[in-house]
C-alpha cells in the first residue's frame, strides 16, 4: 500500500470511529491537544501525523493505538467491523452487555439455522 493510499485509510478510520462515538472533530481536537484544521486534513489523508499523534487520537476515543491503526487485510473488513463493535459492546454498562451478547447469540442462531 502507498503511504497516501495509507494516510487515506487511516483518516476514514479515525472519521469513521469518531462519528460512531458521536464525537465532533473540535471535540476530539480538545481531547487529543490537536488543531481541529488538523483533525479535518487527517481524515481525508491530507495530513500526515505522528504515531504520537495517533496515540493521542486514539487516547482521546478510549482506545488502544493498536486498535485504533488496525487495518484489515485483503478481504476481510468485516474484521475491522466486528472489532469495533465488541469494543462499543464493552463500554456498555454490565446489564447491557448481556442484552447485546443475547441479541447477537439470537442472530447467529438464526443464521446457522
Known amino acids: ?7 487515506k ?4 478510520r479515525v472519521r469513521a ?7 465532533s472533530q473540535e471535540r476530539l481536537a480538545e481531547l487529543a ?8 486534513k487527517l481524515e481525508t489523508g491530507k495530513a500526515k501525523a505522528s504515531i504520537c499523534t495517533f496515540y493521542a487520537i486514539a ?16 478481504g476481510e473488513a468485516w474484521n475491522s467491523d466486528l472489532s469495533e463493535l465488541f469494543q462499543a459492546a464493552k463500554r456498555l454498562e454490565q446489564g447491557k452487555q448481556g442484552i447485546f451478547v443475547e441479541t447477537v447469540r439470537g442472530l447467529l442462531s438464526g443464521l446457522a439455522g
Open 9 to 12: 485509510v487511516l483518516g476514514e
Open 59 to 74: 487516547t482521546a476515543l478510549d482506545m488502544t493505538l493498536a486498535e485504533l491503526v488496525e487495518l484489515p487485510r485483503e
Open 33 to 40: 491537544g490537536l488543531h481541529p484544521v488538523f483533525i479535518s
Open 1 to 7: 500500500m502507498e503511504c497516501a493510499d495509507l494516510l
Open 17 to 23: 470511529i469518531r462519528k460512531t462515538r458521536k464525537v
